[in-house]
């Protein structure tokens, strides 16, 4: 009885003391703004005094905290603004926190100095010089191994909405997504996207290597059969590109912006001491920089630089001007907070960025912000070469509990999502229930694809349903394929066409087996196919991202009438690897008959020319491609490549094999090309393509060597020659070169009244260079096909002299922001037949 009374006073005291403890404690919430310009401040930090609790704000400044009593002191604090303690005496739990700055630099930097700016005897410009020599030493890449916890979180939602917008009726069924853009408005934002992840990442510098460990991540997906999650998601994922202020230039948008600390930072920017900030620890000092040009890919904003020796940045806000020549960007933020490690480094603790997109400077637009945190940094812990080993980013998917998915990602997340992102996944799920919003995304499929779902098939493409050429006069086309809904092992694909001037039926069937049971338009493709395709095409026409018979491609210049008959039997196989290798291998069977003016004929010395029909080959053939850190959107026909700062490779080798089904010829066909984006900061990037081919054999007619690519269209295509007619170069070995210099206005934005107009430079050269063996040039080899006549019984078709054919281009684009026009000049070989010196080609480029 005593133990049991002891034991019973003992949890009575406990109960009560833990009931005044829990009276005592109580709960605080609040928001942070900035006072002049109601902004609210994100990573505020609101921490009890002499103690190591405290929290920060989110994205829109609020804050919740947990206090242990009322008798504690609570200070706000913010770099660049003064601390604020907060009064609970009064026992009120929600507080209106206004920090205002210590400086403003707008009186002292945006009104320009009387006296002439210069980097000479300028402690600006000397303190900036010290933060680039202490560049490396600072940054991550100058760590021997470092590793890090790291939650990043994009979103994306349409933002500005007006009240009269969103009580539309077509909007009545859909009331549920909208949400107040804050308190103190009266404009509304629809979140629409959301993606977080959760990954270790390991660092070592010798040999360097980079290893992330994605071990959790979710997205706010839509119906594949629309939209590919995976591809869209790379797209933001580059749009809202890591922002490392080490690294010289700083990618965002698909454009390079110069860094406020790279090399050549104080050819471009302006700066400023602002004022000087004592920490607990130690000073900052606030520069302020600005870009000595407006119109340059410049930032602007603040830096707090650190006086302990180590001239480190501690912390930045910065921003685009309103100048830049930046399409569709209505505002651009970036805030980088820096905290010292265990060994006393600063290591980058948070990157927000902010992006908003709009069509004009006001009204509706697409608000987006990528936030990332990092925490656990250890900086010098040495791990074993098996940690690094294999591709530079691994998913290692934690399983989240089944029951619990909110409270698993509440204890991963190192910041609470808002109340806007806390919907978006719901909202997601629940539309894709919405008979009208699937409707919707089926309309805004067939008009971005040119594909109408029907149940387990897809119709189209549907601009191709219409068509015109000289041979077979009008052309109607009907098609579809097949969809994972009937089978993600087995996919089928045809179509059937008809000419009107030639009145023959046109057709193409294909089965494709899926290895990996994944969809073959989807990356990694694994699959073997089989086809057969009886249809017209040109002859070295190879176009990339659209089809022959598309109506677009319906108007042509000058004589237009070099056409075949194919008939193509193929078997194929591909495998990618998820380093972006990839094989591909196949054997094909070819009969090509001529049409319009192509004649395929022996012209002795003496006697009667001999007409041959068709031309029968069989090839074997095996490439490779290699594209590093490949990302693209994969559309229902072709991927569209989002291009980075790594070359792409490729190399194909075809054999044609004599005697095997009806093979004529044996040749042994190599090509390689290499294609690389070359960013050169201010000043642009440029495309560079170089390629080349060799073909061993002898005796081959030239249906089989390499007919250069050539557009008769007023299209501008980046890959052909633009003033070359169809068939009219052909060689049996070459190299090319074929460069895009897009300078981004640097010129034009400079210059009064144009700049206005934010149009774009320009600049391409095309050179190519090849021949023919004497065995295989029909000049020299009577026993094969003469060259190709056009209607006038002129030779239309050449090999290369003793110069090489060249052609270049000057343009504007950016023209109503969609627009690129090239004024072209061809630079020689102007002798030739139905030729033309110069022309004026159009281009549809949609870019940042």
């Known amino acids: ?71 504690v002191k609570v200070r706000v604090s913010y770099v660049g603004y003064p601390s604020q303690d907060l009064d609970l005496s009064s026992g009120k739990t929600y507080f209106s926190i206004a920090l205002a700055a210590e400086n403003e630099i707008a009186e002292v930097i945006i009104k320009k100095p009387r006296l002439k700016y210069s980097n000479k005897n300028n402690p600006a410009v000397e303190l900036i010089r010290q933060v680039i020599d202490h560049r490396d ?35 009545k069924n859909y009331q549920f997504l909208f949400q107040k853009q804050s308190d103190s408005t009266s404009t ?3 979140p629409a996207y959301m993606e977080e992840k959760v990954s270790k990442v390991y660092y070592r510098n010798d040999p360097k290597k980079t290893k992330q460990y994605i071990i959790a991540e979710q997205k706010a997906e839509f119906d594949p059969k629309f939209v590919d999650n995976e591809g869209l998601a790379n797209y933001f994922n580059k749009l809202y590109d890591k922002v490392d202020i080490y690294d010289n230039n700083i990618t965002l948008l698909t454009n390079q912006f110069l860094s406020p600390i790279a090399n050549s930072a104080p050819t471009f920017y302006r700066y400023y001491i602002t004022d000087t900030i004592k920490t607990s620890k130690s000073y900052l000092v606030e520069l302020s920089f600005f870009p ?62 902010g992006i908003d997109f709009a069509l004009t400077g006001k009204g509706k637009g697409v608000q987006g912000n990528r936030v990332v945190y990092y925490k656990d940094y250890v900086n010098g812990m040495h791990r074993p070469d098996s940690l690094y080993a294999g591709a530079e980013v691994e998913k290692i998917i934690e399983k989240a509990p089944a029951t619990n998915q909110r409270q698993y990602w509440a204890g991963l997340r190192q910041a609470p999502l808002t109340n806007q992102e806390k919907a978006i996944y719901q909202n997601i799920d629940s539309l894709q229930t919405m008979p009208s919003f699937r409707r919707f995304m089926d309309v805004a499929a067939l008009i971005l694809s040119g594909y109408k779902q029907a149940g387990p098939v897809e119709i189209g493409p549907v601009n191709t349903f219409y068509s015109y050429n000289p041979v077979e006069g009008l052309r109607l086309r009907i098609g579809g394929r097949t969809t994972e809904q009937l089978s993600t092992r087995f996919f089928s694909e045809a179509y059937a066409a008809y000419g009107f001037e030639d009145k023959k039926w046109k057709y193409f069937v294909s089965g494709t087996y899926s290895i990996n049971n994944k ?77 319009g003016v192509i004649r395929y004929q022996i012209i002795p010395e003496m006697g009667d020319p001999t007409i041959i029909n068709e031309v029968n080959t069989t090839e074997a053939n095996i490439g490779f ?27 194909n080798y075809t054999a044609g094999i004599k005697g095997a089904l009806d093979g004529e010829y044996n040749y042994h066909n190599f090509t390689a090309g290499v294609f ?56 049996d070995h070459h190299a090319s070169i074929n460069v895009q210099y897009y300078m981004n206005g640097f ?72 627009l690129r026009v090239d004024y072209v000049k061809r630079l020689n070989y102007l002798n030739q037949p139905n030729v033309s010196d110069w022309g004026i080609r159009a281009r549809i480029k949609v870019d940042f």
């Open 1 to 71: 009885m005593k133990y049991y009374l002891n034991r019973s006073i003992l949890l009575f005291f406990s109960l009560f003391f833990s009931l005044v403890s829990m009276a005592q404690s109580f709960k605080i919430k609040g928001n942070v703004i900035d006072k002049e310009t109601k902004e609210p401040i994100e990573f505020a930090t609101i921490a009890i005094v002499g103690s190591t609790q405290a929290t920060k704000t989110d994205e829109l400044g609020n804050f919740e905290f947990s206090l242990p009593n009322k008798n």
């Open 137 to 171: 030493q600072n940054r991550l890449t100058g760590q021997d191994f470092v590793e890090f916890e790291q939650y990043e979180k994009i979103s994306l939602g349409l933002s500005n909405l007006s009240e009269k917008f969103v009580n539309k009726k077509a909007f």
């Open 188 to 190: 509304y934002v629809l």
């Open 292 to 353: 000595r040009s407006k119109g340059d890919f410049l930032f602007q904003g603040k830096l707090y630089v650190t006086l302990d020796g180590q001239y480190a940045v501690q912390g930045t806000k910065m921003k685009v001007s309103e100048d830049i020549n930046l399409n569709f960007v209505r505002d651009l933020n970036i805030e980088l907070t820096f905290e010292k490690d265990n060994i006393n480094k600063y290591f980058l603790s948070r990157s927000a960025l």
């Open 519 to 595: 969809s073959v338009y989807k990356f990694p493709q694994h699959y073997i196919r089989a086809s057969y395709q009886h249809d017209t095409k040109i002859p070295g026409q190879n176009l990339e991202f659209i089809q022959e018979d598309n109506v677009l491609l319906s108007f042509k210049r000058g004589e237009n009438k070099s056409y075949l008959y194919n008939d193509t039997y193929k078997i194929e196989y591909k495998a990618e690897f998820g380093n972006h290798f990839s094989i591909n291998a196949g054997l094909t069977k070819w009969k090509q008959t001529p049409a």
């Open 625 to 651: 491609r290699w594209a590093p850190k490949e990302q693209y959107y994969q559309g229902k026909l072709y991927r569209t490549p989002i291009y980075n700062e790594y070359p792409i490779f490729t190399f």
């Open 676 to 731: 690389k984006r070359v960013y050169l900061s201010q000043f642009g990037y440029a495309d560079v393509n170089l390629d080349g081919t060799y073909i061993l054999g002898d005796n081959i007619a030239y249906p089989l060597l390499t007919l250069h690519r050539a557009n008769q269209t007023y299209a501008y295509q980046l890959q052909s020659y633009n003033l070359m007619n169809f068939m009219e170069f052909i060689s």
């Open 747 to 818: 010129i034009l934005n400079k210059l009064p009244l144009i700049k206005k107009l934010q149009l774009r430079e320009v600049f391409s050269f095309k050179g190519l260079y090849g021949g023919l063996r004497d065995q295989n040039n029909p000049t020299y080899n009577r026993d094969l096909f003469a060259w190709q006549r056009n209607i006038d019984n002129e030779i239309s078709s050449f090999t290369f002299g003793d110069k090489p054919y060249m052609e270049a281009s000057v343009g504007l684009g950016n023209i109503f922001k969609v």
